[in-house]
């Protein structure tokens, strides 16, 4: 697995060599001062250590954080819209999908999301691990680091049943349609 920072524009031609030879290749594109990116980089950092236990030997696998003022010479990466945009690269550059557009269900920048945008890309699991899910390798990294923080769900408690305050806005009294909005002309409505 390898990981690389690019901060300078000769650092640049190593993306595009590693796309040359065939490498699998996520790449985050930050803008220094956006609020979005700053808060997607530290979330982007951990999965080096994330999967360096899972991956480490898997020679294909290259995590990029680059800042956009060196996008310029990156010929293979398309059109970046907006910032953070993350994109993977891959099959010698003839594939290339934005993270928005992948198949994974949750897309909220995390740790654990990337994680799992990573597998289904490269669909091989070189781990060295006991589990093979990188959510668990994660878990169990940064189990020692979490702080305990209680979180309280506020929990609605909703009276009326199932139906949702825009339905019942809708409902129209003075000609209500059915039994059950009849009751709840007559008994519900507050």
């Known amino acids: 697995m ?29 803008m220094e001062g956006c ?12 999965i080096e250590s994330a999967l360096k236990d899972q991956y480490a030997k898997n020679d294909k696998l290259v995590v990029v954080d680059v800042n956009k003022d060196f996008m310029q010479s990156v010929k293979m990466i398309g059109k970046v819209d907006g910032f953070p945009t993350m994109k993977y690269i ?11 557009n992948s198949s994974i269900k949750k897309k909220d920048r995390s ?5 799992n945008w ?13 589990t093979s899910s990188a959510t668990h390798v994660y878990n169990r990294l ?23 305050r825009k339905y019942k806005r809708r409902i129209n009294c003075r000609s209500p349609k059915g039994f059950s909005q009849k009751q709840y002309c007559k008994y519900g409505r507050k």
């Open 111 to 115: 740790v654990s999301s990337f994680i």
């Open 90 to 100: 891959g099959n010698h550059g003839k594939t290339v999908e934005a993270y928005e």
């Open 118 to 130: 990573i597998e289904s890309k490269i669909n091989k699991m070189m781990s060295t691990t006991q």
């Open 35 to 46: 609020g979005p990116c700053n808060a997607t980089r530290p979330e982007w950092a951990k």
């Open 2 to 30: 390898h990981i690389l920072h690019i901060n300078s524009e000769k650092d640049v031609s190593k993306i595009d060599k590693m796309i040359k030879q065939g490498k699998d290749v996520f790449i985050l594109v930050y």
């Open 142 to 164: 940064t189990k020692s680091n979490r702080n305990h923080v209680k979180t309280r769900r506020h929990s609605k408690t909703q009276k009326g049943g199932k139906w949702s």
